[in-house]
Structures are given as C-alpha cells and as structure tokens.
C-alpha cells in the first residue's frame, strides 16, 4: 500500500512569514495525526483528528498554528506568522482508528525559519 | 504525570557488537508500548508492539522486552550493523489508545 504522503519535503522561510504543509494520508485510514519534532526530542503530538473531526488539539498553539482535514482526507498544516522556535520537522501520521492499530509516519517536511 | 523516559541519550558501540536500550514509563492506563527506528531524515517506523500480557516480542534482530509491574521496557540489538544507525524511540499508548506519549529516544551510532 502507498504510505503517508507528505509535502514539502524541506522549507526555509523568514520569520513572521507564513507557511504551509500538506499530508495525504493513506487511504482509508480515519485517524491522522501532526506531530512537531524538534531535533533532539521525541514527536510532540500538535493535533489529532478523527475523519473531519478534531480529537485533540490541547497542543497546538492557537494562536499562530491551524489545521483542517476537509472532506476527512488530505490535511494541510499552517503556520502565521513563523517564529524561530518553530524550526523542526513537522511529522504526519495516519492509522485506521486509534492508536492501537499503530501508526504509520510520513517523511515530514524538515521548517527553517530563519 | 504521564511520561516516558529513554536511555541512553545516544549509544555509540562497534559494527556486530549488541546493545540493550531502555525505556521507563509512568503512563497509565497502560495499553501498549512500541518501539520505532527512526532514521535521518524519516519519519518513523515501527519495530515492535506488546500489550500487557506480553513479555517479549521480536523481530528479525531486534528483541523487545516488556516488564509491566515495574513500568520498564528494553530494545535489544543483536550483531548490530552500520544500518542500524538511527534513533530508537519508544512510544506508550494510554488507556484505549487515544493517547500516546513518545519517547525523547535514544541515538545510536554503530561504528565500523
């Protein structure tokens, strides 16, 4: 089967600066998750949905970051305005329901903000 | 507070020589733990998963161990090679799985 899909693969932007990143999850898999990944650190979990619907977002921070998972599919990941402590890699993962059934990770996209 | 917390923080041994990883958590509900490779650049993958009622589980050269009353778990790497260079995280799922606390892990690098 394909696995996760995520794009891009790298981005280097300014802070203050918006940007975005995308994940295909694979197919019939209901749940998606996005993790941050700072170097050095295991993935933090930022947002987790159940097809469209959001599970947990108790840390995602609000206030810079959304994320939406329209027709309970693709899922996109935003960030405005960057600051520096944002670099890291974004991580998407997907599973059929809970975790239970295990997850299966992307590539992630690797965030620079300079 | 639920947690997970690996050792060592990174691990360097020789190509062929074995190695035993550790993990301790505190989470609970206890549902399953897991132990992930993680090479540079990629995203993680899974080694190993074990309930409650599992003790050990393995997979190729990796054994995984489970000790549920004391909350530890261990990743043993046998005949390690240059491959295996990676980032070893271990992951708890909490009560029915809708949680998970992941690991900071631990970065090997085998040596030739």
């Known amino acids: 089967e394909a696995g996760v899909a995520q794009s891009p693969r790298y981005k280097i932007i300014e802070k203050r600066q918006s940007v975005a990143f995308w994940c295909n999850p694979i197919?019939?898999?209901?749940?998606l998750y996005w993790y941050q990944q700072i170097l050095g650190q295991g993935p933090k979990l930022l947002i987790q949905?159940?097809?469209?619907?959001?599970?947990?977002d108790s840390q995602l921070p609000k206030d810079r970051f959304s994320a939406e998972r329209l027709k309970g599919v693709d899922s996109t990941l935003k960030i405005q305005p960057a600051k520096l402590e944002d670099s890291a890699v974004y991580l998407c993962?997907?599973?059929?329901?809970?975790?239970?059934?295990?997850?299966?990770f992307g590539s992630g996209t690797r965030l620079t903000v300079v | 507070k639920n947690q997970v917390e690996q050792s060592p923080q990174s691990l360097i041994i020789l190509e062929g020589k074995n190695c035993t990883l550790q993990c301790n958590y505190t989470v609970s509900p206890f549902s399953n733990l897991r132990w992930y490779k993680q090479d540079t650049g990629r995203g993680p993958v899974s080694l190993t998963i074990?309930?409650?009622?599992?003790n050990t589980k393995s997979n190729g050269r990796y054994t995984a161990t489970l000790d549920a009353d004391t909350k530890q778990s261990s990743l043993h790497i046998t005949a390690s090679q240059l491959s295996d260079s990676a980032s070893y995280i271990c992951v708890v799922s909490e009560g029915g799985g809708f949680k998970t606390i992941f690991g900071a892990g631990t970065r090997l690098f085998v040596k030739a």
């Open positions: 993962a997907s599973s059929h329901g809970t975790a239970n059934y295990g997850y299966t």
């Open positions: 074990m309930t409650f009622s599992e």
């Open positions: 949905f159940q097809n469209n619907g959001v599970v947990d």
């Open positions: 197919s019939g898999h209901a749940t």
